[in-house]
């Protein structure tokens, strides 16, 4: 299985500021028809997951343009620039290129 | 806009089976490629379960593939989840969810106790 690896586990942001999460997986997730099926999921307390990114960097409808995704291959980054009180919660990253598709760990997002 | 609602019971006791049902609404079922179950522990994070295409193929999660069943009823536009021998560990929050994983259920939690 592909092993996801996200870091840190817990960020502790100050409203206003950017953030920054790692997304690292054991095999490279460029699938044979071209696409790298890399998703990040929002998961605020009490609520099913949202996905805001998907395929590594498009932005889902209505996903306000501070959330940003980037990255190649086995390295990926999910940056929110401004944190706003809305954002808590636990961010997973997941991959969908070989089955058994895997999530990572997930990192705890709270306001300082 | 398609949206999905788990549906069964909360309560199942050991050794018994899991039956849940998914039921899509503002949409045909047939909309998406393939149609996806993942569940949560208490406090923990995402596993995936399995995931079925409209064509009938079924991929499923090798650590529980001997105890899973989904499947897929067109004619109610609903997909559903059973697991057999459920122990303690099968306690979880559980979730459908659509193919790219834009649309997912509310997520219905199982407590396997007697």
């Known amino acids: 299985d592909v092993v996801m690896t996200q870091s840190p586990l817990s960020l502790p942001v100050t409203l206003g500021q950017p953030a920054s999460i790692s997304c690292r997986s054991s095999?490279?997730?460029?699938?044979?028809?071209?696409?790298?099926?890399l998703y990040w999921f929002q998961q605020r307390p009490g609520q099913s997951p949202r996905r805001p990114i998907y395929k590594v960097s498009n932005r889902d409808s209505g996903v306000p343009d501070r959330f940003s995704g980037s990255g190649s291959g086995t390295d990926f980054t999910l940056k929110i620039s401004r944190v706003e009180a809305e954002d808590v919660g636990v961010y997973y990253c997941m991959q969908g290129t070989h089955w058994l598709y895997t999530f990572g760990q997930g990192t705890k997002l709270e306001i300082k | 806009q398609v949206q999905l609602q788990e549906s069964g019971p909360g309560l199942v006791k050991p050794s018994g089976t899991l039956s849940l049902t998914c039921a899509v609404s503002g949409g045909s079922i047939s909309s998406r490629n393939w149609w996806a179950w993942v569940r949560q522990p208490p406090g923990k994070g995402l596993e995936w379960i399995g995931e079925?295409?409209?064509?009938?193929?079924?991929n499923y999660n090798p650590s529980l593939k001997s105890r899973v069943t989904i499947s897929v009823d067109k004619s109610k536009n609903q997909f559903s989840l059973k697991v057999n021998s459920v122990t303690a560990a099968d306690t979880a929050v559980y979730y459908c969810a659509s193919s790219s994983m834009d649309v997912w259920g509310q997520g219905t939690t199982v407590t396997v106790s007697s």
């Open positions: 079925i295409y409209h064509s009938g193929s079924i």
């Open positions: 095999q490279s997730l460029v699938h044979s028809d071209g696409n790298t099926y």
